[in-house]
């Protein structure tokens, strides 16, 4: 079975200062990994994937994450955060079998300081 | 809007009660998944579907039930209703059930038990 730790209940970070949201997972298997976020008051949102390639991964909204296979670690990172990034971030897991579910973290509270 | 139908969006009622919460995927999806959200738990994967049979099972209580119809919508039945069962039920959808699929959330179902 796969699980998730999020290390950090809440993060709370000034505006355009950097931010590092902090992942480790579990499994016996390989794994896909996920960023989801979660705005107020909404279902959650893929933010960014790893599959397989390149270990480090972008979202078009400048957020990036690298999986480190060694550290079992996918942290996610964004350079200079904004207001509207306030939200919950959910890291997640799932098995590299043909149907598997999807296991989330606890989840991350972002909470940026004007 | 995600394209994931959950209804209804919020639903008080008393212990002991029934309760059913419905959601329809996204056009062209196959696969749909039920979550639990609550303070003390996070974000719990209760089951999953896949054209109609169940294909995972998580940490989904006995007086909880759920099936897949063959229009795809599925529903999440609670009974026996517990003030602990107050939570934020969300559905998903993905295309195949795969792990590498990304999921669609919809904007959940808020039940209140009093």
């Known amino acids: 079975a796969q699980s998730v730790t999020q290390l950090d209940s809440q993060v709370p970070v000034f505006e355009e200062a950097p931010v590092e949201l902090r992942c480790n997972y579990s499994?016996?298997?390989?794994?896909?990994l996920f960023w989801y976020v979660q705005y107020p008051n909404q279902g959650l949102q893929l933010l960014l994937k790893?599959?397989?390639?390149?270990?480090l991964v972008e979202s078009i909204n400048g957020f990036e994450a690298e999986f480190n296979k060694s550290q079992t670690s996918f942290h996610l990172r964004k350079p200079s955060v904004h207001i509207s990034d306030t939200a919950e971030y959910f890291c997640?897991?799932?098995?590299?079998?043909?149907?598997?579910?999807?296991?989330f973290g606890p989840g991350t509270s972002l909470s940026v300081i004007p | 809007d995600s394209g994931v139908t959950q209804t209804p969006k919020h639903l008080i009622t008393a212990t002991g009660q029934r309760v059913t919460l419905r959601c329809s995927p996204r056009s062209g999806d196959l696969s749909v998944y039920w979550y639990q959200q609550s303070l003390d738990q996070g974000l719990q994967f209760l089951i999953q579907?896949?054209?109609?049979?169940?294909?995972a099972k998580g940490n989904i209580l006995e007086r909880f039930s759920a099936q897949q119809f063959p229009d795809l919508h599925s529903e999440l039945n609670l009974s026996s209703l517990e003030l602990g069962d107050s939570a934020l039920y969300f559905c998903?959808?993905?295309?195949?059930?795969?792990?590498?699929?990304?999921?669609?959330f919809g904007a959940g179902s808020r039940l209140t038990v009093l």
């Open positions: 998903a959808s993905s295309v195949e059930g795969s792990g590498a699929n990304v999921l669609t």
């Open positions: 579907y896949y054209n109609g049979e169940e294909r």
């Open positions: 499994s016996s298997v390989s794994v896909y």
């Open positions: 997640a897991v799932s098995a590299i079998t043909s149907y598997d579910k999807v296991i």
């Open positions: 790893y599959l397989s390639g390149s270990t």
